[in-house]
């Protein structure tokens, strides 16, 4: 159980990686269009969809910030679920 929980770890720390590059992307438009943006976009959107439009102050959209917070301390969870076992 300890081993398919670390799988599981490594499996959502990589797919963390893919959410960062997603929202640095945003910044650079004609990155964000190519072939390579579009992928990292369809990986990482189904998560970050969840959080559209809940975080919006002015023309400034904190749903990354709060995605961000939400994926990290469900990694901390999980990784201090594997250290106790």
Known sequence: MVFALL???RI???YYYFLIASVLMSWIP???RSKFGQIIDQI???YMR???GYLIIGVLDFT???G???YSFGLQA???LINTL
């Open 50 to 52: 969840l959080f559209r």
């Open 7 to 9: 799988i599981l770890y």
């Open 68 to 70: 961000f917070l939400l």
């Open 64 to 66: 990354p910030i709060l």
């Open 30 to 32: 004609e990155l964000k």
């Open 78 to 80: 999980l990784a201090f």
């Open 44 to 46: 990482a959107e189904p």
């Open 12 to 14: 959502l720390q990589v």
